[in-house]
């Protein structure tokens, strides 16, 4: 049985609560091929499965569910209460399941004396920044039947981790985005591996705060992007399989060394890469 995000869930869950998840005894009496986490983290992939040709219904989104009844959906650093899914079996009424949302501490960093062009740049840069990260927004919208991300995630490259997903700084008092994935210590020139096989649905290696960036596209909605790169070995349109070398690591665009950073994505909707992968397999 493949090692999905579920039982990834299960563990991450079991740490931070006293009762682990499992799937809610209701939804089991209905149809065992259900199974639907009870909880899930911020920040987090749900993988769930339901009857093949059921319909679900998440935030007012029908998600794709695969032939095998696999689906998944995000769960954003700053949702709070519970995850409403309605779900609709084949010749059956529509079931609601709620999955609560467990909250989570992130890491908060002030730093003062940063030039002010830097916490906010000129129109000029502010405007080529917008037009970047709408380009990169519109790759993620992808949505098709490949079910690559139904595999047990691999650390794209490997060492110190120097930026965790979902950490806040806040420069001269003005706060600023979160960070929005994992960061990792390394050379530059260290090679960077497909965490999981995809598309590649965007690559350009000169964007203005991200510099080298691509963008791999696992199915369903979720991706992986991975910034500053020095070199980028794939194109738009190209399959790439898990393991596979995409490109290298870099410090290009707004990067103070060089390191890899992995952001993962449901749609435009950001999560912590780190819950998708073992800890273990991370040699520091």
Not at 160 to 172: L, T
Not at 189 to 217: E, M, R, S
Not at 256 to 278: A, E, I, K, S
Request: charged fraction near 20%; charge should be neutral; include cysteine.
């Amino acid at each position: 049985m493949k090692h999905g995000f579920a039982v990834l869930l299960l563990l991450a869950c079991a740490a931070c609560a006293s009762t682990p998840m499992q799937s809610a005894p209701a939804q089991a009496s209905v149809d065992a091929r259900m199974v639907i986490p009870e909880k899930a983290l911020q920040g987090s992939l749900v993988e769930g499965r339901v009857t093949p040709g059921s319909r679900v219904v998440y935030d007012d989104k029908s998600l794709r569910v695969a032939a095998n009844g696999r689906f998944v959906f995000g769960v954003s650093r700053e949702q709070t209460g519970v995850a409403t899914l309605k779900i609709t079996p084949p010749g059956g009424p529509t079931l609601t399941v709620n999955v609560a949302i467990v909250d989570r501490e992130f890491p908060h960093e002030r730093i003062d004396g940063v030039p002010e062009s830097t916490v906010n740049p000129p129109p000029d840069i502010a405007a080529r920044i917008e037009r970047e990260q709408a380009e990169v927004s519109t790759a993620r919208l992808r949505d098709d039947d490949r079910t690559d991300f139904d595999v047990a995630f691999i650390w794209p490259a490997s060492g110190r981790i120097s930026g965790v997903f979902g950490g806040q700084r806040i420069y001269n008092g003005t706060p600023k985005s979160p960070h929005s994935g994992l960061d990792v210590a390394a050379p530059k020139g260290t090679a960077i591996q497909a965490p999981a096989a995809g598309i590649v649905t965007f690559a350009n290696p000169d964007l203005y705060l991200t510099g080298g960036t691509v963008l791999i596209d696992h199915g369903h909605g979720v991706s992986s992007n991975f910034l500053h790169m020095s070199r980028i070995d794939v194109k738009v349109g190209d399959r790439v399989e898990q393991g596979q070398v995409i490109g290298l690591v870099g410090a290009t665009g707004r990067a103070t060394g060089p390191h890899m950073h992995w952001g993962v994505n449901w749609f435009n909707v950001r999560v912590d890469p780190q819950l998708l992968v073992d800890p273990k397999a991370n040699p520091q």
